[in-house]
């Protein structure tokens, strides 16, 4: 699909997802869920070593964007990647950011 071919609703709602994962940690949050990954706020929380109320307010942006989806198990909410293909944008901007190969 070309960038023409794209409503001005799906515009509209990819440069939300991208604002949305335009954050440090929220990048970070992308790429511990790469490969179908599912994890807790508390496993997020303690990989990123912040608060976890901190954790929570990132994922809870990202998941009202349409970037994360969730799923309650017991006491448990795990969190993963709503679509596979937003792992490439880690992978991508990983590729673009690294400096050491220009």
Request: aromatic share 4%; charged share 25%; with cysteine.
């Amino acid at each position: 699909m070309e960038l023409k071919e794209l409503s001005s609703a799906q515009l509209d709602a990819s440069a939300n997802m991208l604002k949305a994962i335009a954050h440090p940690m929220r990048i970070a949050i992308l790429s511990f869920l790469e490969g179908g990954q599912s994890l807790t706020v508390t496993e997020i929380h303690e990989k990123l070593g912040i608060e976890q109320s901190t954790t929570s307010h990132h994922l809870g942006i990202l998941k009202d964007k349409g970037v994360l989806t969730s799923k309650r198990s017991g006491k448990n909410t795990f969190y993963s990647l709503k679509y596979t293909s937003l792992s490439h944008i880690v992978e991508c901007v990983s590729k673009c950011t690294d400096y050491s190969k220009k």
